[in-house]
C-alpha cells in the first residue's frame, strides 16, 4: 500500500512539474500603435486574450473583437473593416521554445532568446522574427515581454484594403501599413 501510495505521489509531482503555463489574461497585455496623418500616433490594445506553454510550444490567442482604442466607433469600424471580425475573430501566435530552459530558471533569473513567431491573422499564416525576454517572476509565474517592437506589415496578412477603407471613412491623407506591436505576458502554472 506504501508502494501504491509513494507512486501516485511521485506521479502528482511529476505531473505538476510538467504542468503548462497558463496566460493570465488580467496581468498580459499587446499593444500596437497606429500612425495617421503622418505624424499622430496612437496606442491600441486587446482586452482579451488566452493561451499557454507547453510541449516545446508557447501559444497565444487574441479575441480581434476586444479590439481598445479608447473610440468606440473606432473600435466597430477597426472590428468590421480592418479585422473583418465576422470571418476571423481572432488571430493565433505559435512558437517553438526550449520549455527546459524555462524550467531551469530560478525566481529573478531571465534570458532573451530570438524567435520566429508564427501569425495566424486575417486567414494568413507568416512566420514573423521576434526578440523575446523571460523573467521568472516567482516559482508559479513568468514574464515573456518583447524587446523590441515587433513590426508587423499589412500588406502580409492581406489587411491593406482595411487600411485604406479607415483611412477612406475618417478622411486621412494617410494611415501607416507598419505597425509597432509589443507584448507583456503573464503565465502562471
Known amino acids: 500500500m506504501k508502494k501504491l501510495l509513494y507512486l501516485c505521489l511521485l506521479a502528482l509531482l511529476s505531473f505538476n512539474a510538467q504542468a503548462a503555463w497558463q496566460l493570465n489574461n488580467e496581468q ?14 496612437e496606442v491600441h490594445h486587446f482586452k482579451s486574450l488566452s493561451g499557454s506553454i507547453s510541449d516545446k510550444t508557447a501559444n497565444v490567442s487574441i479575441d480581434l473583437l476586444s479590439v481598445e482604442t479608447n473610440i468606440p466607433i473606432r473600435n466597430e469600424r477597426m472590428k468590421s473593416m480592418l479585422f473583418d471580425t465576422s470571418k476571423y475573430s481572432s488571430a493565433a501566435i505559435t512558437a517553438a521554445i526550449d520549455t527546459s530552459t524555462l524550467n531551469d530558471l530560478k525566481v529573478g533569473q531571465q534570458y ?11 486567414g494568413i499564416t507568416n512566420s514573423v522574427p521576434a526578440t523575446v525576454g523571460v523573467v521568472k517572476l ?9 524587446v523590441n517592437p515587433v513590426i508587423i506589415n499589412a500588406a502580409d496578412f492581406g489587411l491593406n484594403k482595411g487600411i485604406e477603407a479607415l483611412r477612406s471613412i475618417a478622411n486621412l491623407p494617410v494611415i501607416s501599413s507598419a505597425v509597432p506591436v509589443t507584448f507583456n505576458l503573464v503565465f502562471n502554472r
Open 28 to 41: 498580459s497585455l499587446i499593444n500596437f500603435v497606429s500612425i495617421k496623418a503622418s505624424s499622430i500616433a
Open 138 to 146: 516567482g516559482d508559479d509565474s513568468l514574464l515573456v515581454y518583447s
Open 112 to 122: 532573451q532568446e530570438k524567435l520566429n513567431l508564427t501569425l495566424d491573422l486575417h
